[in-house]
């Protein structure tokens, strides 16, 4: 479980990112982060693994406190934050293969990770991960001669690899279309569902967090206003998280099973759960 206690983020500029943030998010629990550009959406995820130092508060991993971690002791507990990003954050003139692996290096020596040697049980996963995520053959292919979709594809599979407890979505699908958005956005659900992880993912897209999230919270200027099922993102409320639009016809729920697979608690225990 990941727990943010009162976290808060302000800028030697002076901007204040976030403002006292208090979440839990529970193993299973895939919850979407939304809200205007600038309202601290992509700085929690960063304060989670610390990529960006939080001014104040608490960030528990499990029964580990994230913000008390010297340097080695962060090196450890990123293995367990997968980080999924916006523009894939490949290797483009490495392979798919290569790029995949290099979720091991937090467990692999500097000299074995130099050389590219990795243990065989790695490989066979990530020979693995490339056929869940579809990229089997693809898989002696440059990172440079992908399409956007398979890119990220790989992202995830490289979080995966990582053997996460927790995965850190960042605008997974900001430079996809439409369909190719829906499938990764469909994979990102299932592997948390087949594995039982958390994952918070920062989202533009409302209808699309509607439609593939367990629970939603909203950020505006650095608070949270919302913190609920999808199905609760009334006109009213998104006025709230955006300020004044014509919100007619996003609440609609068209094609989307947001049920939990078996073994894992469905939407309602887990909203009702917080």
């Known amino acids: ?37 600038g309202a601290g959406k992509s700085t929690l995820i960063r304060c989670v693994n610390r990529l ?34 916006q523009e894939y954050a490949l290797v483009e003139r490495l392979t798919v293969m290569e790029n995949l692996l290099s979720g091991r290096l937090g467990y692999v020596s500097f000299w074995r990770s130099l050389a ?10 990530a020979f693995r991960l490339l056929d869940r995520v579809g990229l089997m053959e693809h898989a002696d292919k440059r990172a440079d001669a992908l399409s956007g979709g398979q890119r990220q594809r790989v992202g995830i599979a490289r ?11 960042d605008e997974p699908t900001a430079s996809l279309d439409p369909k190719t958005s829906r499938q990764i956005m469909r994979l990102l659900r299932e592997v948390c569902a087949e594995q039982g992880l958390a994952a918070i993912v920062n989202i533009h897209d409302v209808v699309l967090a509607q439609q593939f999230m367990i629970r939603i919270v909203g950020l505006r200027a650095g608070v949270v206003v919302y913190d609920g099922p999808p199905d609760g993102l009334t006109p009213e409320v998104l006025t709230e998280i955006y300020g004044e639009e014509d919100w007619t016809g ?25």
């Open 52 to 85: 960006v130092e939080p001014t104040s508060g608490r960030i528990w991993l499990g029964d580990l406190e994230v913000t008390r971690l010297g340097r080695g002791g962060l090196r450890r507990a990123r293995r367990r934050m997968g980080m999924i990003f």
């Open 1 to 37: 479980m990941l727990r943010l206690e009162s976290l808060t983020k302000r800028y030697r500029t002076g901007d204040l990112a976030l403002s006292a943030v208090s979440l839990e998010i529970p193993a299973g629990q895939v919850v979407g982060l939304i809200g205007p550009s």
């Open 250 to 274: 996003t609440g609609e729920q068209t094609d989307v099973d947001r049920s939990a697979p078996p073994g894992l608690p469905d939407t309602d225990e887990l909203v009702g759960a917080l």
């Open 116 to 125: 590219r040697r990795f243990p065989p049980d790695d490989i066979r996963n």
């Open 159 to 169: 979080a995966l690899a990582q053997d996460p407890d927790i995965l850190l979505v």
